[in-house]
């Protein structure tokens, strides 16, 4: 059995559900048990949660304009998939009650003028729930019995709206219940990605990008032999190819490459992606639906040669680096939990940490958007070490870049290091600051901004990347 996930672009429209189809198609005739997890279609989310967040100030026309513009997508989307009048009918009767809910539902966010988690997660996992309509209709027009399922009977989390987290035992047991069944009857599912339920049955959502996280969720809780992300890149690559054109894609990566990766900017795949399916080992594959014959990436526990000592360069832009900084900081216990605990507090997530030996200062990269909420936060909860003065000063650099060199071959190996800010240095870019995991199967250092593509640059052809 394996889970196949599509993401926006790959249901984008009807041309590309066409192409959905001729894939699973393929698939089938090796296996017909085959679960397909689906996004919605590009730009979707985006369109509902911005009318939404137009409806709580008060702009009512915003919801019909969403309305009126989802729903012309839909249907000319099922009227080219499905020619049959009867069918065609009783599917737009499903899209519209899916529709008139959001339109309900955004009436009632401008009349309150206030927009709750649980109804913004509602509104924002819309999407989903049609498209997996749409595209479940379009396999039973190939002759592939297929069944729309919604998430929120199968995945179970708690009640973090925006980024729910799944309780991996209950959802096995509801997974299992439901799709087994729908399996063993021949059935192909079809099961909107990015939402869950509550265990008392309210939709949540997993977070932005988080259908490629419902299907690690699922394949896990159908122990799947493999689970496929359809994506529109070939794979892992060992940079960025805008950056670098002479980027290769990686055929195989290990789970912890792949977090690193996924953790520091490849786009391709949702870090959380790989967590329920690491303790099961099972591979995930990363393939193009543009180009279904490219080979793409197999992600799984062990991997092959490779020719270099490292595997990936990526960055993340648009980043802050906050300082807190004092020369009493020194020797005194409890600074570093206050700040971390301030920034906890503010909902801020910290990319990277990092600390002189010096003890007189203490780094953290922040998104630049997070950086004035940070540095409040991080004066509210340091008053009395200011007012003692041991901490100095907050300062806000920015727009500053991670740079993320990921590789296993670089664990236990002197010299990788020097080689990597040899080649930095030799591109003329300035370090600001340097963190290592400890797993040493990550070297990332903060550069300015304008810097970053130098450096990533500069490493990628050092460690002779690009050659095939
Ligand atoms: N549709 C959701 C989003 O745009 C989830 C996903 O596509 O993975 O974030
Ligand atoms: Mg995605």
Redesign the pocket.
């Known amino acids: 059995m394996k889970v196949l996930k599509f ?2 672009t790959s249901v984008g429209d009807a041309d590309r559900i066409r192409q959905l189809v001729a894939i699973v198609q393929a698939e089938h005739v090796w296996d017909a048990r085959l679960v397909v997890v689906v ?2 279609m590009a730009g ?3 369109r509902l949660l911005e009318a939404a967040a137009a409806a709580v100030r008060g702009n009512v026309a915003a919801i019909a304009d969403a309305h009126a513009e989802l729903r012309r997508r839909h249907v000319e989307a099922l009227r080219q998939l499905v020619p049959d009048d009867a069918e065609r009918r009783a599917l737009t009767v499903e899209l519209d009650a899916l529709l008139d809910r959001f339109a309900r539902i955004g009436e009632g966010i401008a009349l309150v003028g206030e927009l709750p988690p649980r109804a913004q997660d509602f509104v924002a996992g819309l ?2 729930r049609l498209s997996a309509r749409l595209v479940a209709a379009a396999l039973r027009q190939a002759g592939i019995g297929a069944t729309p399922f919604d998430a929120d009977r199968l995945i179970i989390t708690d009640d973090t709206f925006g980024a729910a987290v799944p309780d991996l035992a209950a959802t096995a047991l509801a997974t299992r219940a439901r799709l087994l069944p729908a399996l063993d009857a021949g059935q192909v599912p079809v099961v909107t ?2 939402i869950g339920a509550t265990p008392e049955g309210i939709p949540t959502t997993l977070g ?5 996280y419902s299907a690690g969720i699922l394949g896990a809780a159908l122990e799947a032999e493999a689970v496929v992300i359809w994506t529109d890149a070939d794979g892992f690559m060992t940079a960025d190819p805008r950056l670098v054109p002479t980027a290769q894609v990686l055929a195989e990566i290990s789970y912890t490459e792949a977090g690193e990766l996924a953790y520091y900017g490849a786009k391709v795949l ?1 870090p959380k992606t790989l967590l329920p399916l690491i303790p099961k080992a099972i591979p995930l594959y990363i393939k193009n639906s543009f180009r279904p014959q490219a080979p793409g990436t197999r992600v799984s526990a062990t991997t092959g040669e490779w020719r270099a000592d490292i595997k990936s360069v990526t960055s993340i832009n648009r980043l802050a680096l906050i300082t807190v900084a004092g020369r009493g900081m020194l020797g005194i216990p409890g600074i570093a939990a206050k700040t971390f605990a301030a920034v906890a507090a503010a909902g801020v997530n910290v990319l990277l940490i990092s600390q002189s030996s010096s003890e007189n200062n203490l780094c953290l990269m922040v998104e630049a958007g997070d950086a004035g909420r940070t540095r409040t936060a991080l004066h509210k909860a340091l008053a009395v070490e200011f007012h003692h003065g041991c901490v100095e000063r907050v300062d806000v650099l920015q727009p500053v870049a991670i740079v993320a060199v990921v590789g296993a071959g670089m664990r236990g190996r002197p010299g990788i290091a020097a080689r990597i800010f040899s080649a930095v240095a030799a591109a003329d870019v300035n370090v600001i600051a340097i963190a290592q995991g400890s797993s040493e199967i990550n070297i990332s250092f903060v550069v300015r901004e304008d810097a970053s593509a130098h450096a990533v640059r500069a490493i990628h052809e050092q460690f002779g990347l690009g050659a095939a």
Do not use: I, L
């Open positions: 993401g926006g996004s919605a979707v989310t985006n999407g989903e990605g990015f932005r990008g988080g259908s490629d949702h």
